[in-house]
């Protein structure tokens, strides 16, 4: 059979969900064909320039306005703005030829299952057979979408349900119909993982599938408890939020950005057609939700939900709904003992053991929600899935869980689980009660670095499938572990690499990171070939510890603070210069020390989600771990004969002034923090690792060469320096920045220039390390900058002063 490759796309609809769609294939460089119905009647601003009808700009107006769109959103749906050209639209009538073209198919109209059918009857006059045809459908059943298709059509079809937004959320669900090919089910599943960079779920064709079958389920379930445990909006987001490892927006906060009316249509459609679900009750809307429907409090969308913006004398405030009263209220802080139990408790998958044992309203509130958690997920086992496994992954996915219901139940321990359900008067599935009885303790064991799970047919732990193109750390740290301090491990990843991995708080870079990384160097110099720094934590780095920089300036420590920072630009060259090469792997937020240490790798294999960039301006300080050196040395590289050489080296200059973060890998290029032709990315963060490990594998095999320390470094001085100084002066008196600002960006000024040389030289790096070390020290002296750390420290916001 031929190998199929997805080179064009159609995209049936263009609403928030078909755009974002849309975007994200774009974003992986398939071309896409969007498009759209035509409008039925002109605006007035048509009728105003004589259009007709019959006018394209009027005939594809729905599609071209849903676009623009959706490309303006924050967060955007694309990496860089350039891959909006990989998108052309089109109507429903004029292009609809043209679908004839594509690899895939993809249907993401409104959820009426007569429009559905009717828009299949159309495309299935152009489709070419063996095309891929699938449905973004969330709840209406695939066996009914495909009734009365040609027998090829039933054989490309099924549902292929992404989350929204379809950039951010990796569930990717991939439900068979009726006559699906097994063949066009195994190729979704490998090419959303590789390629779409998503977790995909192979489903069955039952009501919400499986993310939002249990997602709803567990805010139903959370509804109901409220009303019984009296708590306030507040308590229940402080409990459901980050403390168990689930989004900032929690519960309630969620519920208003989805929207109260998206919500109650699942859990309908749930009620209506699962009859045989033994938690059924819980589908019944509680009066509260029942009159905030008929009020139109639906959430972000009709301004007010859960949650309320109010603004009185100009001040803004949230406010939050008195489930009691049904009335607003200033928001109440929320505190319980038991949370505050968990504080001193890094890992997440740590603090359930503690939650559970809480005895007060929080410790009740966790007993009661998990134990109808644990019972609800073990029921819908073979219902929704055969493998008990899939609803962890579509909860991770599909909802931000950091770990989903199987792996908070094995965290408690299955025994306990059940007896907490006991308590509640539940009971689990007996296939559990037989896991235990096999003599299998858990869901889930670890063997030879590969995750196990029990399976339920031969009652044994064999390994879970889909594992071999990533290496899970949490699986190897134990047995592959070479060294460690408090806050780094290192790790054998085999074939003569090692893997140096951040442990100290949001990944921050200290003392015993830049002694983790220099051991990491010694023995890979000693007995392997090659080094990545990586970590698999939610940001690979948020950068240096500003704490202990703020504790040595404020105790007026110069000395050890200028040695501190002489101890971080060294690992940096360190990594540079090293006898092997380094590799670093960022992904989520890579701040200040962590894009300095990302910049100094020999090369850069970052996740797609990579938010990186040089923030020390806001805390008061230039990069003072080789940053300024680097985007000096940038710069001049990019020097060549006859160009305005002042323009390149003010457009790295002003990288670092305003703080620039990409919002994705791809801009990053754009800045110059990554390297094109050297630095890679990887749209799915599951395969970074891997990924590294191999290119560090293939720069060993190609004879790697220990570098030569740069001396040419082309430095502009006076030159340089009187443009930046008139250019800060200027936008101090433009009140663009402030005092404290300008005395910032002169400072790097005076670095980037190389200093106030009378011509054009040509330095080494330790020159311009030098200087920038002795601007942060001055800078550290400064009571605004102190101000600023202190601020950042205490609220994690810049302080502009």
């Known amino acids: 059979m031929s190998k199929r490759r997805i080179k064009k796309v159609a995209i049936i609809g263009s609403g928030?969900?078909?755009?974002?769609?849309?975007?994200?294939?774009?974003?992986?460089?398939?071309?896409?064909?969007?498009?759209?119905?035509?409008?039925?009647?002109?605006?007035?601003?048509?009728?105003?320039?004589?259009?007709?009808?019959?006018?394209?700009?009027?005939?594809?107006?729905?599609?071209?306005?849903?676009?623009?769109?959706?490309?303006?959103?924050?967060?955007?749906?694309?990496?860089?703005?350039?891959?909006?050209?990989?998108?052309?639209?089109?109507?429903?009538?004029?292009?609809?030829?043209?679908?004839?073209?594509?690899?895939?198919?993809?249907?993401?109209?409104?959820?009426?299952?007569?429009?559905?059918?009717?828009?299949?009857?159309?495309?299935?006059?152009?489709?070419?057979?063996?095309?891929?045809?699938?449905?973004?459908?969330?709840?209406?059943?695939?066996?009914?979408?495909s009734e009365g298709r040609s027998e090829d059509f039933q054989k490309h079809f099924c549902g292929t349900h992404f989350f929204?937004?379809?950039?951010?959320?990796?569930?990717?669900?991939?439900?068979?119909?009726?006559?699906?090919?097994?063949?066009?089910?195994?190729?979704?599943?490998?090419?959303?993982?590789?390629?779409?960079?998503?977790?995909?779920?192979i489903a069955k064709d039952t009501p919400a599938f499986i993310g939002n079958r249990i997602?709803?389920?567990?805010?139903?379930?959370?509804?109901?408890?409220?009303?019984?445990?009296?708590?306030?909006?507040?308590?229940?987001?402080k409990l459901t939020g980050p403390v168990i490892g689930r989004p900032k927006s929690a519960t309630f906060r969620t519920v208003d950005v989805v929207g109260l009316d998206t919500l109650v249509h699942v859990a309908k459609g749930i009620a209506d057609n699962c009859k045989d679900d033994e938690s059924l009750p819980l589908f019944e809307l509680p009066d509260?939700?029942?009159?905030?429907?008929?009020?139109?409090?639906?959430?972000?969308?009709?301004?007010?939900?859960?949650?309320?913006?109010?603004?009185?004398?100009?001040?803004?405030?949230?406010?939050?709904?008195?489930?009691?009263?049904?009335?607003?209220?200033?928001?109440?802080?929320?505190?319980?003992?038991?949370?505050?139990?968990?504080?001193?408790?890094?890992?997440?998958?740590?603090?359930?053991?503690?939650?559970?044992?809480?005895?007060?309203?929080?410790?009740?509130?966790?007993r009661k929600s998990f134990a109808a958690l644990f019972a609800y997920v073990s029921y819908r086992v073979p219902e929704i899935t055969n493998e008990w496994y899939k609803i962890d992954d579509a909860?991770?996915?599909?909802?931000?869980?950091?770990?989903?219901?199987?792996?908070?139940?094995?965290?408690?321990?299955?025994?306990?689980?059940?007896?907490i359900m006991k308590d509640e008067g539940l009971e689990p599935a007996n296939w559990v009660h037989e896991m235990l009885a096999s003599g299998n303790a858990s869901f889930y064991s670890v063997k030879d670095g590969a995750t196990y799970g029990y399976t339920i047919k031969s009652k044994e732990q064999v390994k879970i499938p889909g594992q071999d193109a990533f290496i899970i750390l949490d699986n190897i740290r134990q047995s592959n572990e070479v060294w460690k301090n408090s806050e780094v491990v290192i790790e054998d990843l085999g074939d003569g690499i090692l893997n140096c991995e951040f442990q100290s708080k949001m990944n921050t870079i200290g003392g015993d990171v830049l002694a983790g990384i220099n051991k990491a160097i010694d023995l890979a110099e000693k007995d392997f070939e090659g080094l990545i720094i990586g970590n698999q934590g939610a940001n690979f780095s948020v950068g240096a510890n500003i704490g202990m920089i703020f504790m040595m300036a404020?105790?007026?420590?110069?000395?050890?603070?200028?040695?501190?920072?002489k101890y971080f630009q060294d690992t940096m060259m360190r990594m540079r210069y090293s006898a092997i090469p380094t590799i670093a792997a960022p992904h989520g937020m890579t701040l200040g020390g962590g894009c300095e240490l990302s910049m100094h790798a020999d090369k850069v294999i970052a996740a797609a989600e990579t938010y990186i960039g040089l923030v020390e301006f806001g805390v008061g300080v230039?990069?003072?771990?080789?940053?300024?050196?680097?985007?000096?040395?940038?710069?001049?590289?990019?020097?060549?004969?006859?160009?305005?050489?002042?323009?390149?080296?003010?457009?790295?200059?002003?990288?670092?002034?305003?703080?620039?973060?990409?919002?994705?890998?791809?801009?990053?290029?754009?800045?110059?923090?990554?390297?094109?032709?050297?630095?890679?990315?990887?749209?799915?963060?599951?395969?970074?690792?891997?990924t590294a490990k191999a290119h560090a594998r293939l720069m060993a095999d190609a004879g790697y060469t220990q570098p030569v320390k740069r001396k040419d470094i082309k430095v502009l001085g006076k030159q340089a320096l009187g443009m930046f100084l008139v250019g800060t002066d200027s936008m101090e008196a433009a009140n663009y920045i402030s005092e404290h600002d300008h005395k910032i960006a002169n400072k790097l000024a005076y670095v980037m220039a190389g200093g106030d040389l009378s011509e054009p030289t040509l330095v080494n790096e330790q020159y311009l390390l030098d200087l920038e070390r002795e601007a942060f020290l001055s800078l550290c002296t400064e009571r605004k900058t102190l101000e600023r750390i202190q601020h950042m420290l205490k609220t994690g916001k810049p302080l502009r002063n």
């Open 164 to 201: 929204n937004p379809a950039r951010y959320l990796k569930l990717f669900e991939i439900i068979p119909g009726p006559k699906t090919d097994a063949s066009v089910m195994e190729f979704l599943n490998n090419y959303g993982e590789q390629f779409l960079g998503k977790t995909s779920v």
């Open 622 to 690: 230039i990069p003072g771990g080789g940053g300024s050196k680097e985007m000096a040395l940038r710069a001049q590289d990019l020097f060549r004969k006859g160009d305005v050489e002042l323009n390149i080296l003010q457009e790295y200059f002003l990288t670092i002034g305003m703080a620039k973060v990409a919002t994705s890998a791809y801009e990053a290029f754009d800045m110059g923090v990554l390297q094109t032709g050297k630095d890679i990315v990887v749209v799915n963060k599951g395969r970074q690792i891997a």
């Open 16 to 145: 928030i969900m078909g755009s974002g769609i849309a975007c994200h294939f774009a974003n992986i460089g398939v071309q896409v064909l969007l498009l759209d119905i035509i409008p039925k009647e002109l605006t007035d601003a048509e009728q105003a320039k004589g259009l007709t009808l019959n006018d394209k700009t009027v005939r594809n107006r729905i599609v071209n306005n849903s676009l623009a769109s959706a490309l303006k959103l924050n967060p955007s749906p694309i990496y860089h703005k350039k891959f909006a050209n990989n998108i052309a639209t089109g109507n429903l009538e004029d292009d609809i030829s043209k679908v004839g073209d594509a690899d895939w198919i993809m249907e993401v109209v409104v959820e009426r299952l007569d429009i559905k059918k009717q828009v299949f009857e159309k495309l299935e006059q152009y489709r070419t057979p063996g095309t891929l045809i699938t449905s973004n459908t969330s709840g209406i059943p695939i066996k009914f979408m």
């Open 288 to 366: 509260f939700i029942n009159t905030m429907i008929d009020n139109k409090w639906l959430g972000s969308k009709t301004g007010q939900g859960f949650y309320k913006k109010h603004v009185a004398n100009g001040k803004k405030e949230i406010l939050s709904l008195d489930l009691n009263t049904l009335e607003y209220r200033s928001a109440q802080k929320a505190k319980f003992a038991t949370l505050e139990l968990t504080k001193s408790v890094d890992k997440v998958i740590d603090r359930f053991k503690i939650l559970i044992s809480g005895k007060d309203k929080a410790g009740a509130f966790y």
């Open 395 to 419: 909860m991770k996915a599909g909802f931000g869980w950091e770990h989903g219901p199987f792996q908070i139940w094995d965290a408690i321990g299955v025994e306990k689980g059940i007896e």
């Open 215 to 237: 997602g709803i389920f567990s805010i139903m379930s959370l509804f109901h408890l409220v009303k019984e445990l009296d708590l306030t909006v507040e308590e229940v987001d």
């Open 554 to 565: 404020v105790e007026q420590e110069y000395d050890e603070l200028n040695m501190a920072i």
